[in-house]
T-cell receptor, first 114, second 111 residues
């Protein structure tokens, strides 16, 4: 079956530090990959996505590259801010139409200290 | 453009009570989903609807029923609530093989 594994944290960094959150996956077929962010008390927001191997998704200074050879989709940001503190979820979607839901990792709680 | 809306935002039930969680989307999406979020578990799919008139079970369907009332609305019903159903419930929608858009969630406590 499909699965997503990501570091759970909490991950604590200082402002302006470099961020990497690891995500690896197992999937049948050819998945699309997503990163979602959840701020306290809110729903999930799509942060970025990649639909095929070697694609790079980017948004708000965050980047992730779809690596088929290592089955990974690590999230990176060059200089984090206090406002980036949130829970980050890696997810994959597979199958024709993608209508049968996404498979999520357990989430990584990121804390940025001033 | 409201996106995905959910009602209520919060709810407290006693064991055995029933309730329906409402979800609506205004993005003309074909597919809609119900997830639950529990600490340390990520999000788990309860039910989904690939199109109006169809519904299918997800990973954790036991204790729940759904209705796809029309293209916009997808409701989740708990017939006899149990403490194990204490969770945060999210509705989402998507258009085909695209990213899903989530509502703000319903925080349910079953005593």
């Amino acid at each position: 079956g499909n699965s997503v594994t990501q570091m759970e944290g909490p991950v604590t960094l200082s402002e302006e530090a470099f961020l990497t959150i690891n995500c690896t996956y197992t999937a049948t077929g050819y998945p699309s990959l997503f990163w979602y962010v959840q701020y306290p008390g809110e729903g999930l927001q799509l942060l970025l996505k990649a639909t095929k191997a070697d694609d790079k998704g980017s948004n708000k200074g965050f980047e992730a590259t779809y690596r088929k050879e290592t089955t990974s989709f690590h999230l990176e940001k060059g200089s984090v801010q206090v406002s980036d503190s949130a829970v980050y979820f890696c997810a994959l979607g597979v199958s024709g139409g993608g209508a049968d839901g996404l498979t999520f990792g357990k989430g990584t709680h990121l804390i940025i200290q001033p | 453009n409201a996106g995905v809306t959910q009602t209520p935002k919060f709810q407290v039930l006693k064991t055995g009570q029933s309730m329906t969680l409402q979800c609506a989307q205004d993005m003309n999406h074909n597919s809609m989903y119900w997830y639950r979020q529990d600490p340390g578990m990520g999000l788990r799919l309860i039910y989904y609807s690939a199109s109006e008139g169809t519904t299918d079970k997800g990973e954790v369907p036991n204790g729940y029923n759904v209705s796809r009332l029309n293209k916009r609305e997808f409701s989740l019903r708990l017939e006899s609530a149990a403490p194990s159903q204490t969770s945060v419930y999210f509705c989402a929608s998507s258009s085909g093989f695209q990213a899903q858009f989530f509502g703000p969630g319903t925080r349910l406590t079953v005593l």
